[in-house]
């Protein structure tokens, strides 16, 4: 297959192209590289399979074009992570619901196939044991930037699925629950990359809030095996899939797991949410998913668990310490 990735130069964009190139097919990646990152495909240059265009969601042309000349479209260009968000909420707005609009538009111009990135954010503050793909969302108001960006996806969800429904253009929605693994930076306030910079330089841990909200991690090639597995089949048309691994962890415990495994000699501060992001900010308590519906259809299952994730990462932090760093958006 011809493949178009928007966002392919991302955390779980590279691991995507280096997965679709490996089953043979040709990948084309999309990326303005604002939060993306050229050293995170600077392996796969040599391989005359992938291509890659330095270029924009928003540039209607520019989309056109390509999905023009592709089969399937991966679509996860997006602003993600929740203290970008909460930073650049206009722009972070604008990619993630004109940026997926163009390209729905474009598949539906062209008669091609996509699947759309979505999240856990979708659940908003449901702390229920198991999240089902139909379960409701609880949202806290608008006016509270976190919630935008689980509405933005909502949007794309809903569009996706309408396309589908109306025009039966095949769409495909994955929620990607954490996701996790090397490659994966702390600037825009994820939390493994995070602690493992902070415990590796000695620094405090920053563990916001009281640490005892959990979440659950999947490795991202897990998540990026799920994805073109579901991309495959055609049953997965039209539906949307939760991708996540069920084994939930605090906050407080991850800190101290990371301390272990690294050996530092850091200490844990808690950071009130107020200081970490935003006046008035919400936390998800807790985000569990229930990955039947993926199983059943495509046997999907992570097999990787969280201490072998945290040692890759910490190695790769090890040997790369430079190009992961906290940057100028921390708190
Ligand atoms: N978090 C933390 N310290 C950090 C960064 C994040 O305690 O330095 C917490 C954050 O408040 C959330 C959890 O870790 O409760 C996961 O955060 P992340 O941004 O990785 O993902 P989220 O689940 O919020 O999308």
Redesign the pocket.
Known sequence: MKVLITGGSGFIGSHLAEGLLEEGHEVTVLDNLSTGRLENIRHLESNPKFHIVVGDVLNEFLVDKLVERTDWVFHLAAGV???LIVKDPLRSLMTNIRGSEIVLENVYRYHKKVLITSTS?IYGKNTSDALKEDDDRILGSPLKTRWSYSTSKAVDEILAFVYWKEKKVPTVIVRLF?TVGPRQTGHY????P??VEQALKGQDI????T?E?S?CFLYVKDAVWGMTRLMENPEAVGNVFNLGNRHEIT?NQLAEKIINLTESSSKIVHIP?DQ?YEEGFE??QR?VPDITKAGKLVGFKPRMDLDDILRMVISEFRRQPASHGISAIDC
């Not at 306030?189 to 493994?192: D, E």
């Not at 920053?206 to 809030?209: D, E, F, H, N, Q």
Request: net charge positive; charged share 20%; glycine share 16%.
């Open positions: 992570g929740v203290q954010e954490n306030g994820m939390v493994i995070r602690f920053t563990v916001y809030g640490g909200q979440r906050m949410y970490a936390d998800m985000r």
